[in-house]
């Protein structure tokens, strides 16, 4: 079974930048369709970003990021990526990677299995 590691959250102003990792223990990343959610307290978790497995796949955005974020993959490494420009207070959220598994629904968080322990990003104004 995969095990995911999120790391790269952290404390920055608005405007600032940050990059999270996802980091796969083990099994055939290169074929893993990969997502990034977030949650706050009291609210449930929130599709951010998916990218599909083949080179070339499709990317897909929630709308408050787009412009903002890129999410993309390194094979050789096992890891996915999310990067995060012209941060705002409104990001401020622990973000999750999970394995989009089912469905060809991805922004659809039930589609997705193997979550990570996630990482705290908080953006100050």
């Known amino acids: 079974q995969v095990q995911l590691a999120e790391s790269g959250g952290g404390l920055v102003q608005a405007g600032g930048s940050l990059r999270l990792s996802c980091e796969a223990s083990?099994?055939?990343?290169?074929?893993?369709?990969m997502g990034w959610f977030r949650q706050v307290p009291g609210k449930e978790r929130e599709f951010v970003a998916a990218?599909?497995?083949?080179?070339?796949?499709?990317?897909y955005y929630t709308d408050s990021v787009k412009g903002r974020f890129v999410i993309s993959r390194d094979v050789a490494k096992n890891t996915a990526y999310l990067q995060m420009i012209a941060l705002r207070p409104e990001d401020t959220a622990v973000y999750y990677c999970?394995?989009?598994?089912?469905?060809?629904?991805?922004?659809?968080?039930?589609?997705?299995?193997?979550w990570g322990q996630g990482t705290q990003v908080t953006v100050s104004s």
């Open positions: 083990e099994g055939t990343f290169s074929g893993y369709d």
């Open positions: 999970a394995v989009h598994t089912r469905g060809n629904n991805y922004y659809y968080e039930p589609n997705y299995e193997y």
């Open positions: 990218i599909e497995s083949w080179s070339g796949g499709s990317r």
